[in-house]
């Protein structure tokens, strides 16, 4: 079975064939960079770690995967310099931040479509409504067996895989599917380590999971993908269908800079190295590019930060 350890290293291996949009490279740049949070965004902030440690082999660059409301936390008590994030900071967060004087900047990364998946030996469950979808995750739900869903399906009972409380994929998924976030049943099995959600599908034919499009991508051979239908037709998660909205999960992947941090030239060299390349890296790890525009913008965005920042 594939699993994002593995093919992270594939996805990076393959990245260092290529050239990499970098500033001029001080390889005396000394100093460490810290970041945690969001178990999707992860493969993209690993995988650039990886590639500017072999240009600045004297920065440190450490990547935590404590779940966006993890990281969240970390960030508002200045332990990290950035926060990766699978949703938009929270207010109680951001007041957390302000308390600690920490000042910050959104960037944008990619696109992501939270992918709704089974067992491949699941022939039936080729699709379902978000009202479905709902009665499935919804707290108290009475849905315990295939056959609560669908008359036709079998009487079997259903596994249930997802992210932690700590997670921003749990967070964004509640919010649209119940209307309100967090929002769900407590009787499934969680984990901010997609890879366990993961494992456990492919190993249970009546298992169900939502996740990062990423993970689905990389295990497609052991996972199959439910379309999903909202107000028209089912529609499966794909470039496209991401991009263009039209998935009814799809989302934006963002990082949360601290101003401050950005004073010392570790971290800045690392962000923006990040935002060079993070077209290209989303791309390889398995997540949808912004337009090239919005990179540019968030590069003009980060150096007014910088500036500000180091008046």
């Known amino acids: 079975m594939l699993v994002r350890n593995i093919m992270s290293s594939l996805a990076i291996l393959a990245l260092g064939c290529s050239a990499w ?20 965004v992860f493969p993209i902030a690993e995988a650039t770690a990886e590639e500017f440690q072999k240009l600045y082999p004297n920065v440190r660059v450490t990547v935590g995967l ?11 008590a200045g332990e ?12 109680e967060e951001a007041k957390k931040a302000q308390e600690g ?37 919804q707290p108290g739900s009475t849905v315990k067996t295939w056959k609560d869903i669908d008359p036709s399906w079998p009487n079997e009972p259903i596994k249930l895989y997802g992210p932690g409380a700590d997670s921003g994929t749990f967070d964004f998924f509640t919010e649209q599917v119940m209307g309100t976030a967090r929002l769900s049943r407590k009787d499934y099995v969680a984990s901010e380590d997609d890879n366990v959600l993961v494992t456990g599908v492919a190993k249970d034919k ?16 052991t996972l199959k993908v439910v379309a999903l239908a909202k107000d028209k037709d ?16 799809s989302r934006p992947l963002v990082i949360y800079a601290s101003n401050n941090a950005a004073k010392r030239p ?17 791309k390889e790890v398995g997540y949808i590019p912004l337009k090239d525009a919005a990179y540019t913008d968030a590069l003009k965005k980060l150096d007014t930060a910088f500036s500000a920042a180091a008046k």
Not at 66 to 76: A, N, P, Q, R, Y
Not at 80 to 91: C, G, H, Q, V
Not at 235 to 245: A, L, M, Q, S, W
């Open 266 to 282: 570790e971290v800045k060299a690392f962000l923006t190295f990040l935002l060079k390349n993070a077209g290209k890296l989303s």
């Open 101 to 137: 004087k920490i000042e910050y900047t959104e960037l944008p990364l990619a696109y992501d479509g939270i992918s709704v998946v089974v067992n491949p030996a699941n022939k039936w469950a080729k699709q379902l409504t978000m009202a479905q979808l709902k009665a499935i995750w």
């Open 21 to 40: 949009a970098a500033d001029k490279v001080d390889t005396s740049l000394k100093g460490e960079v810290k970041l945690d949070g969001s178990s999707t």
């Open 80 to 91: 990290i310099d950035i926060a990766n994030a699978s949703r938009k900071m929270k207010p």
């Open 206 to 221: 009546n298992a169900m999971a939502y996740f990062g499009y990423a993970y689905y991508l990389e295990n497609q051979n």
């Open 234 to 249: 089912a529609v499966v998660p794909g470039d496209k269908t991401i991009e263009d909205g039209s998935y009814p999960l």
């Open 66 to 76: 404590s779940g966006t409301g993890g990281g969240m936390k970390k960030f508002g």
